[in-house]
């Protein structure tokens, strides 16, 4: 017996379950569920969210510091070294630009982000989006 182009795709979109074959003689097939889909997230600032697969500032013009690992859990306000407990946080990623140039991608994979520098405060929900790949 042949298959044409579409039945052999179609066949091959679907596993064997209990030693059956695609024909389904014997056993019953499940069908594989393998691929990403990204989700975006606006976490505020100080604030431990899941791992981003990578960063999208969209408020240029301010200096930024992320968080890669915390004594928190997610949801929680990361630790700014009061009572003695420090979060990790690095603020080699920084990026700048004139008003108007665009969102700037970053592929870093934090789990927090806050504006750093004199003057800027914390920053605020939105300047800063975390891309989240999930398999589905």
């Known amino acids: 017996m042949s298959f044409d182009k579409h039945q052999r795709a ?3 979109m679907y596993k064997q379950k209990s030693g059956g074959n695609f024909h389904g ?5 499940e069908a594989k569920q393998n691929f990403e889909a990204s989700v975006a997230k606006m ?5 431990v969210s899941e ?3 990578y960063v999208i500032i969209n408020k240029t013009n301010l200096s930024y510091k992320f968080l890669y690992q915390s004594t928190g859990s997610i949801g929680t306000t990361a630790a700014d070294g009061s009572a003695g407990v420090h979060d990790f946080w690095h603020s080699a990623s920084i990026a700048t630009g004139n008003a108007g140039t665009g969102p700037v991608r970053l592929d870093i994979n934090p789990i927090g982000w806050a504006t750093h520098g004199d003057g800027q405060g914390d920053g605020a929900a939105g300047n800063v989006t975390f891309v989240i790949k999930k398999s589905v």
């Not at 976490?43 to 604030?47: C, G, Q, R």
């Open 10 to 12: 179609s066949a091959q």
């Open 43 to 47: 976490p505020a600032p100080n604030v």
């Open 25 to 29: 003689r014997s056993g019953s097939m």
């Open 51 to 53: 791992r981003a697969s």
